[in-house]
C-alpha cells in the first residue's frame, strides 16, 4: 500500500486545514487508516484512526471534539479535519494503515504502512 499525504500548512491559532492521504496499491476499503504526529523533540503521537467501513473511530485525548477524520472509498482518500488549532497541534502529520483487514486501532507498532508525512504549524 502506497500512502500520500497533503495539505499540510501554516495557520493561525483558532484555525482549521484539511489533511489529505490518497491511497494506492491495493483496495481501499480492506484497510483502516490511522493519522498520528510528530513533533519536533517529542515522540509520535496517536491522533485519530477509522475502521475499513467508516463506521468506528478513536481519537487521542488530545484532539478529541476537535479533530475529525473520515474516508471516501471513491476518492481512494482518508481526511483528518482540524478546527480550532493550537500551537501544540504543530507537528508532521504522518497517515498509516495496518495490515490488510485489520481493525483500526490506536496502537502505533500495528501501523506497518505509512506516508511521507505533511507538515501543519500553527503561529499563536
Known amino acids: 500500500v502506497q500512502l500520500q499525504a497533503s495539505g499540510g500548512g501554516l495557520v493561525q491559532a483558532g484555525g482549521s486545514l484539511r489533511l489529505s492521504c490518497a491511497a494506492s496499491?491495493?483496495?481501499?476499503?480492506?484497510?483502516?487508516m490511522g493519522w498520528f504526529r510528530q513533533a519536533p523533540g517529542k515522540e509520535r503521537e496517536f491522533v485519530a484512526a477509522?475502521?475499513?467501513?467508516?463506521?468506528?473511530?478513536y481519537y487521542g485525548d488530545s484532539v478529541k471534539g476537535r479533530f475529525t477524520i473520515s474516508r471516501d472509498e471513491a476518492r481512494d482518500t482518508v481526511y483528518l479535519e482540524m478546527n480550532d488549532l493550537r500551537p501544540e497541534d504543530t507537528a508532521i502529520y504522518y497517515c498509516?494503515?495496518?495490515?490488510?483487514?485489520?481493525?483500526?486501532?490506536?496502537?502505533?507498532?500495528?501501523?506497518?504502512?505509512w506516508g511521507q508525512g505533511t507538515q501543519v504549524t500553527v503561529s499563536s
Open positions: 498509516a494503515t495496518p495490515h490488510r483487514a485489520r481493525p483500526a486501532t490506536m496502537t502505533e507498532k500495528a501501523y506497518v504502512y
Open positions: 496499491g491495493q483496495t481501499f476499503g480492506n484497510y483502516a
Open positions: 477509522i475502521s475499513r467501513r467508516g463506521g468506528t473511530t
